[in-house]
């Protein structure tokens, strides 16, 4: 198993600003996503965070908008630029484990957009 | 476009009270279905894989299996601890095309 540790586990932000995510997993992993739950609802994935190279961003989700990097094989960020209220939401970093659908995930990160 | 649907959205059991949560999908050949379990304030946290429809994992108190439309989460004479909401993401491939359900709310009352 892995362990994620992600920070800020929440954060109260002004509207215009932005935020940047830290996801720390204590093993080397192949594969690290980026989730966003918005209140009472389920996972939605936003990106792939791909070592070395760019993102791979799912549907409505822009690289302008939620910049990723991955620098090595156990640490990634994700950035919410310019937020909105909209962007109000929990944010999850997790990792590939033995199997494709058998994810672990940090403790998110709850974000507050004013 | 795959789809998944859990019910009820919220269940409410009393200790020892055994039930069912369901899971149903729709997904362009599935390559295997997740359940996870998600406390109030911390990420998902993975519970089983199933493969193919007829497949039963145990794990405790909970016991999941899958048709080729459904599955369903058991519990067998819950406990308190045993609150969380349930996820369950059937997958057509890669874990990029894991779809997650809304999930069910579940309370054990002592």
């Known amino acids: 198993s892995a362990v994620i540790s992600q920070k800020p586990s929440r954060d109260i932000c002004q509207r215009g600003t932005s935020l940047t995510i830290q996801c720390q997993v204590d093993?080397?992993?192949?594969?690290m996503f980026w989730y966003r739950q918005q209140p009472g609802q389920s996972l939605t994935l936003i990106a792939t965070a791909n070592q070395g190279s760019e993102a791979t961003y799912e549907s409505g989700f822009v690289i302008d908008k939620f910049p990723i990097s991955r620098p090595n094989l156990t640490f990634s960020t994700l950035t919410v630029s310019n937020m909105s209220p909209e962007d109000s939401s929990i944010y999850l970093c997790s990792a590939s484990g033995r199997g494709a659908g058998e994810l672990f995930f940090g403790e998110g990160s709850r974000l507050t957009v004013l | 476009e795959d789809q998944v649907t859990q019910s009820p959205e919220a269940l409410r059991l009393q200790e020892g009270e055994s039930s069912s949560l369901n899971c149903s999908y729709t997904v362009s050949g599935l390559r295997g279905l997740f359940w996870y379990r998600q406390d109030p304030g911390k990420g998902p946290e993975f519970l089983f894989t199933l493969y193919s429809a007829g497949e039963e994992k145990e794990k405790e108190r909970l016991k999941a299996t899958l048709t080729k439309k459904e599955s369903f989460l058991h519990i067998t004479a819950p406990k308190p601890e045993d609150s969380a909401t349930y996820l369950c993401a059937p997958s057509s491939g890669s874990a990029r095309q894991l779809t997650f359900g809304s999930g069910t709310q579940l309370t054990v009352l002592p």
């Open positions: 093993s080397q992993v192949t594969m």
